[in-house]
């Protein structure tokens, strides 16, 4: 069912925001962004802002450029042309590594765990940015060396805590059912302490029961670390039910953006997904 009771409000640019967090610096703004792959411009034109602690969804027909966006966001691929300011920032000249720093995290459509590797040491990876020894501190195991490595196990204990994972911390993130290692990429990607949490199709190959717990689990991160999310996804339902604003995108370029209600009733968001409805004779 759509979210109810959903007020947005026009922020300083073609594009709006929910009213609580009118006031507070955008965590995202992109303008007029595209990128075109020789000949073929995968997006067009693409323009959007997210509140501070904003549930956003982008959706489209498959081949529509929503995982292009994401890669444009987390400098996989250098835009052709536009500005994409992250916490007023702007990202231009930035790689990958250099955007997550300043803010964005991501997961993948593909999980992209290290299976050979643990859960709780999955997640430290993510810990990375604030890990804060030198190489020689742990090749001599220095006492610096164990302070931050029991404080970057208490907390990746606390984020597993989330998903009520911290009895699997010691098992192989390749022996973890389906669902289990799509929460684990999401754990992985909050320890990098994003400011925008983006998250490409979380709900593929999950169950109802597990979908509708991942619902859950995004309203509790979101409200946990008062940060934005913003999610590719095909499940209507998570989409209605936990999305604020949705922008839908068709051939590259938004065609519509609003309120779940608003976006379930858009006739171009309708023809996008089933067609042009024939002219009865």
Not at 173 to 186: D, N, T
Request: contains cysteine; negative net charge; charged residues 25%.
């Amino acid at each position: 069912m759509p979210n109810k009771d959903i007020k947005l409000v026009s922020v300083p640019s073609p594009n709006f925001v929910p009213e609580r967090d009118l006031g507070k610096p955008l965590v995202l703004e992109v303008s007029h962004l595209g990128i075109d792959f020789g000949g073929l411009t995968a997006v067009d034109d693409f323009n959007m802002a997210i509140g501070a602690t904003e549930i956003a969804g982008l959706i489209g027909p498959n081949g529509a450029g929503k995982t292009t966006v994401f890669n444009l966001l987390t400098k996989v691929y250098q835009p052709t042309r536009g500005t994409i300011l992250l916490n007023g920032k702007d990202t231009a000249g930035m790689n990958t590594i250099q955007v997550n720093r300043e803010g964005i995290a991501r997961t993948f459509q593909n999980i992209r765990l290290f299976d050979s590797l643990t859960v709780e040491d999955n997640v430290k990876i993510g810990l990375h940015n604030s890990m804060n020894y030198h190489m020689y501190h742990g090749i001599l195991r220095l006492p610096k060396y164990w302070k931050e490595e029991k404080a970057a196990h208490e907390k990746a204990m606390d984020l597993l805590k989330i998903f009520d994972m911290e009895d699997m911390a010691n098992a192989k993130a390749g022996s973890l059912p389906y669902g289990a290692q799509r929460r684990l990429e999401i754990v992985r990607a909050l320890a990098t302490s994003p400011k925008l949490l983006l998250l490409d199709e979380p709900a593929a190959g999950m169950n109802p029961s597990e979908t509708a717990e991942l619902m859950e689990n995004i309203e509790k991160i979101r409200d946990t670390f008062q940060i934005a999310i913003m999610l590719i996804e095909h499940d209507m339902n998570l989409v209605m039910g936990v999305c604020e604003s949705i922008a839908v995108l068709n051939f590259g370029k938004i065609i519509a953006k609003g309120t779940p209600a608003e976006i379930q009733n858009n006739p171009q968001v309708i023809e996008a997904y089933l067609g042009a409805k024939k002219e009865e004779d």
